[in-house]
């Protein structure tokens, strides 16, 4: 039998996730008064930085919700790439003057974007509920029945929508039934990492380099106090090599 609730035992959102797409949401719908809970498996927020680059429109989002600022002094302005392709250098490309208010792309840890985000909802009296973990769920007819679990405790929520912001092995889409099919290729890999570079060339922080060979490397300098570079490698073919750079880096 189709299952209805009373309207009033009903959150209007509940968010499985606090990454920035699950926080985005969250400070989107603060801004528009809709009633949301956003719950987050981690216990403690993430250290490390991965996404890093800002777009305009992106910047223009976190202006309508309110934290460009902020965001903005936590940031580095990208004007310039650099690419080479197998020591060659292949050209100079400029990244800035686009038509927008916040013209010029720029560089912030996702890390600091998820600690403005959240700082922004507990400023207006919200919070992520942190240890909570998503399990499970069940559609009716004009609510989702979710089970989450955490801190000790099982809990059912009852909510009009519930939005799955909960990363590329998200439980949501598994819940829903949907499945995507990740295919490894063999011996390719990315790794990301922050590291103190010695490097030849210019350190200024408002470029990035970009360096196409067997390894495709891509520097750019963060926050010279305490990240010198940000740079991820993706090795194509060349496993050993590889694994004697990723040392090198972490000495
Ligand atoms: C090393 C690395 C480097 C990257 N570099 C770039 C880059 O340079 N540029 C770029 O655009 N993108 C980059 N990305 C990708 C970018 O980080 C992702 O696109 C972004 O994190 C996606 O955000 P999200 O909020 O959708 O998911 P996530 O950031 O994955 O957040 C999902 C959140 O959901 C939580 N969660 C998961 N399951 C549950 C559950 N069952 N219950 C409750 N919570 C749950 C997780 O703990 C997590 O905090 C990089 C990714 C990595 C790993």
């Not at 801004?31 to 992106?58: C, D, H, M």
């Not at 099982?154 to 909510?159: F, G, L, M, P, S």
């Not at 092995?169 to 039934?177: F, L, P, Y």
């Not at 891509?218 to 106090?225: E, G, T, W």
Request: glycine fraction near 8%; charge should be positive; proline fraction near 4%.
């Amino acid at each position: 039998m189709a299952q209805t609730k009373n309207q009033e035992d009903l959150i209007d959102v509940l968010i499985v996730g606090a990454g920035p797409v699950g926080l985005t949401l969250a400070a989107e719908l603060l801004r528009l008064g809709v009633q949301f809970r956003i719950l987050e498996t981690r216990p403690e927020p993430e250290k490390y930085s991965k996404a890093a680059n800002l777009w305009p429109r992106t910047q223009e989002v976190f202006a309508a919700i309110g934290v460009i600022d902020r965001l903005l002094a936590e940031s580095v302005p990208i004007r310039t790439a650099t690419l080479y392709a197998y020591g060659k250098r292949m050209g100079h490309v400029t990244i800035d003057g686009y038509s927008s208010p916040y013209g010029t792309p720029v560089m912030i840890g996702q890390n600091r974007i998820e600690r403005i985000l959240s700082d922004h909802l507990v400023q207006a009296g919200r919070s992520v509920e942190r240890g909570i973990t998503f399990t499970g769920l069940h559609q009716n007819t004009d609510y989702v029945e979710a089970t989450v679990e955490g801190n000790g405790k099982h809990e059912t929520v009852h909510c009009r929508f519930l939005v799955g912001c909960d990363g590329n092995k998200s439980r949501v889409r598994n819940a829903i039934g949907l499945s995507i099919h990740p295919e490894r290729l063999e011996r390719r890999f990315m790794r990301q990492i922050d590291a103190r570079v010695r490097w030849s060339r210019s350190v200024r922080d408002d470029q990035i380099w970009f360096s196409f060979s067997t390894l495709v490397i891509s520097v750019s300098f963060l926050y010279q106090k305490d990240i010198i570079a940000f740079g991820s490698l993706t090795m194509i073919k060349v496993y050993p090599i590889a694994i004697q750079l990723l040392r090198k880096c972490k000495k």
